[in-house]
């Protein structure tokens, strides 16, 4: 490569993914658009992952190691190594489609005012199952352009910006200090929130990244809520410092997350603290249907389990 620097700087963390990340780099490898590193952070791996990817014959791959710190660090640290300005993320369980950097980079092109560049993405599991993210609120006929109103949407819908379909400019991340440290799960949401909130963000809707379903179940559940809920506080922090105008969707978005944390439990069993969530939710967001079902679940008694299936599913209907 020489000193000629890239296009495009692809990040990808590695812990423990020697089944999965074969796939993630060989969708890296084969993409149309060329101009690329490939840094693979290895974040404390102790299985043959680093390996599979070592092995691979291509300049553009560069394998970066470090004692395990958490996604976060490993995502830190690949942003600090880039050479290019814009940042392209992958998870290493995860998978793009062969145009995904072309279509970034056209946005890149088209939008250079912008600090933050998303596109669809898709659900997939083993057996052929696929389903596109639901955006709510896009004006009638969006497929490219500028999000407006992105916590508006994101309170409504999967989320717009979700970490293997999301690039963005070197300089902006590194101004909201990047990815935070010691937080167990919402780090890439809070980070996303960050952006969204200080850059504009161009989209494509095209579904050009795909999220892999973990096949083990204890992975679906999630993992129990982080306490103190350092992405809560980082998300009440924007909305102390938002305009007026901007307060109604940012309160609706802490409502969203105090939901997801509040059905965790819930998935859990931790009635009490799901309801001390859910209540918060109501509190940001307003009632609604599905925090009603879902509030009526975190006070049934907990041998009521047929009843309590019957009313979680209605609140994922909803």
Not at 5 to 16: A, D, E, K
Not at 102 to 127: H, K, W
Not at 167 to 178: D, Y
Not at 257 to 280: H, I, T
Request: glycine content about 8%.
């Amino acid at each position: 490569m020489g000193d000629t620097r890239p296009s495009v700087s692809v990040v990808m963390p590695l812990y423990n993914k020697e089944r999965e990340v074969a796939r993630a780099v060989h969708s890296v490898l084969t993409q149309t658009f060329s101009d690329f590193e490939l840094l693979v952070v290895d974040d404390g791996s102790t299985d043959n992952g680093p390996a599979i990817v070592t092995a691979c014959d291509d300049h553009r791959v560069r394998m970066i190691r470090q004692s395990n710190g958490g996604v976060s660090a490993a995502r830190n640290r690949g942003i600090a190594e880039a050479r290019a300005e814009l940042i392209a993320f992958i998870d290493a369980d995860d998978e793009w489609a062969t145009d995904y950097l072309e279509t970034t980079s056209n946005l890149a092109a088209r939008f250079p005012d912008c600090g933050v560049y998303g596109t669809g993405y898709a659900y997939r599991r083993s057996g052929g199952y696929t389903r596109p993210a639901i955006l709510r609120g896009l004006p009638e006929g969006f497929c490219e352009g500028i999000l407006d109103g992105y916590f508006r949407i994101a309170a409504n819908s999967d989320p717009p910006l979700w970490s293997s379909a999301v690039s963005v400019k070197k300089s902006c991340i590194e101004m909201i200090g990047g990815f935070p440290t010691g937080v167990i799960a919402g780090e890439d949401l809070l980070t996303w929130a960050r952006l969204a909130y200080s850059y504009p963000v161009a989209y494509s809707t095209k579904p050009r990244a795909f999220f892999w379903d973990p096949a083990d179940l204890s992975a679906r559940l999630g993992r129990t809520p982080a306490d103190p809920d350092l992405v809560g506080e980082g998300l009440a922090s924007l909305l102390d410092q938002a305009t007026p105008e901007q307060r109604p969707a940012l309160r609706l978005y802490f409502a969203l997350w105090k939901r997801m944390r509040g059905v965790v439990y819930l998935k859990q069993g931790n009635r009490k603290d799901a309801l001390m969530e859910l209540r918060s939710a109501i509190n940001y967001g307003g009632l609604s249907k599905r925090l009603v079902i879902l509030s009526a679940l975190a006070k049934l008694p907990a041998g009521d389990s047929v009843f309590r299936m019957i009313l979680y599913l209605r609140s994922c209907s909803r």
